[in-house]
């Protein structure tokens, strides 16, 4: 949100418009949870990608957007927006799995090798990324964006376990959400 938004508090968005990417997307989950954790009567509207809905926050759009950091660090710093909440502040989220790296049968079957060693890979680097301080330099140089605010982003908001490609929680809890978003019927 605009740093001089009189919105303080998640409390303070009733009747405002709180930003989510698209339907269905991890982001449209968290406001949907936090207006439901909260009891908020927000309007959740789709903005689209960070760049798009700081636009429409800045031009007074749109009440409170939505970013990934390290997007939009810069401008916390400079007092031009302000962060009120997060994706973990969303309580009913903690203890579902958001993200999956998956593949079908046909090419697990076809290509396991390859399968086994991209997963391989992937483990490792996420290892890599929480054990080694030389990845905010490599991540900062491909990013442009200082190894301070690269830390800050992971630091701030990526925990290890979000990460782990081995863990998949709160199955109900997912499911129960595709029903109500309308993905899936009950069965």
Request: glycine residues 10%.
């Amino acid at each position: 949100m605009r740093g001089d938004s009189p919105i303080r508090t998640l409390q303070d968005t009733d009747g405002k418009t709180i930003a989510y990417s698209t339907n269905g997307a991890s982001t449209h989950a968290i406001v949907t949870a936090c207006i439901k954790q909260y009891g908020l009567k927000a309007k959740p509207v789709a903005t689209g990608s960070p760049p798009a809905t700081l636009t429409q926050v800045m031009s007074g759009q749109i009440d409170v957007g939505w970013a990934g950091p390290p997007f939009g660090l810069d401008l916390i710093d400079q007092g031009k927006i302000r962060i009120i909440a997060s994706g973990n502040d969303a309580a009913a989220l903690k203890n579902q799995t958001v993200r999956v790296l998956i593949t079908n049968a046909a090419t697990l079957q076809a290509r396991e090798p390859a399968v086994d060693r991209f997963m391989k890979a992937y483990r490792e680097t996420v290892d890599w990324m929480y054990a080694d301080s030389e990845v905010f330099r490599h991540y900062a140089a491909f990013m442009g964006i200082g190894e301070a605010t690269m830390r800050r982003g992971r630091d701030g908001f990526y925990p290890k376990a979000a990460l782990d490609p081995d863990a998949i929680v709160g199955t109900d809890a997912i499911n129960a959400d595709a029903v109500g978003f309308k993905y899936t019927t009950r069965r």
